[in-house]
Nanobody, 123 residues
């Protein structure tokens, strides 16, 4: 019954910006620690950023710090990922995840996952 649906991906040029959205249903959204992950072809899944119920954020890879920002709107059951100054190496499938509790799970073992949205950045 829990569904996470990502949107906002697409094809952009290096230096452009995108804002990804993740709409949640079937769960108490405000009581779930939320996160964004990404996975490029041939690469392992990578933690991008996380956000608590109160809006406190957890940084991910050094390569995206200062360019990406996670946020949430509990009234809309939605989490966002603002991506600025996109680079070709940001090309990946981006996934929204919910921990199933107010706490971030150990080993990034999130309980619920969206189907992903593709981001492609051309040089």
């Amino acid at each position: 019954q829990v569904h996470l649906v990502e949107s906002g991906g697409g094809l952009v040029q290096a230096g452009d910006s995108l804002r990804l959205s993740c709409a949640g249903s079937g769960l108490t959204f405000s009581r779930n620690f939320m996160a964004w992950f990404r996975q490029a072809p041939g690469k392992e899944r990578e933690f991008v950023a996380g956000v608590s119920w109160s809006g406190s954020t957890t940084d991910g890879a050094d390569s995206v710090r200062g360019r990406f920002a996670i946020s949430r709107d509990n009234a809309k059951n939605t989490v966002y990922l603002q991506m600025n100054n996109l680079k070709p190496e940001d090309t990946a499938d981006y996934y929204c995840a919910a921990s199933g509790s107010v706490f971030p799970p150990p080993y990034n073992d999130y309980r619920y996952w969206g189907q992903g949205t593709q981001v492609t950045v051309s040089p």
